[in-house]
């Protein structure tokens, strides 16, 4: 069992940055896979990003390619997505998730391959 706990969301203007963190709990971090989702009102939630269990194959979705980085500290059981060049349109409650399964290859994209999620926090970019 894993258990979900973000922080780091609040009120951005445009054109600056955030950093989210996720703290996981129990014993078993390393070996989950972990992402990044975000939901905004009105439509579904989707991956924004993902990182492998080591940490060493990660995906974006296209929109957030080269100003969000995905990374994880696997001592201290904590997932983070550093967002720069934020825009309104970042604007969503954002979500953290582990994998179902423990020891999968590569970042996972899909939303049914998560199988733990975190309450959210919401990132809202002002124009």
């Known amino acids: 069992q894993v258990q979900l706990v973000e922080s780091g969301g609040g009120l951005v203007q445009a054109g600056g940055s955030a950093r989210l963190s996720c703290a996981a709990s129990g014993r078993t971090f390393s070996r989950h896979a972990m992402g990044w989702f975000r939901q905004a009102p009105g439509k579904e939630r989707e991956i924004v990003a993902a990182?492998?269990?080591?940490?060493?194959?990660?995906s974006y979705i296209d929109s957030v390619k080269g100003r969000f980085t995905i990374s994880r500290d696997n001592a201290k059981n904590t997932v983070y997505l550093q967002m720069n060049s934020l825009k309104p349109e970042d604007t969503a409650v954002y979500y953290c998730a582990a994998a179902r399964s423990t020891m999968t290859n590569g970042a996972l994209r899909g939303r049914d391959q998560y199988g733990y999620w975190g309450q959210g926090t919401q990132v809202t970019v002002s124009s």
């Open positions: 990182i492998s269990c080591s940490g060493d194959s990660t």
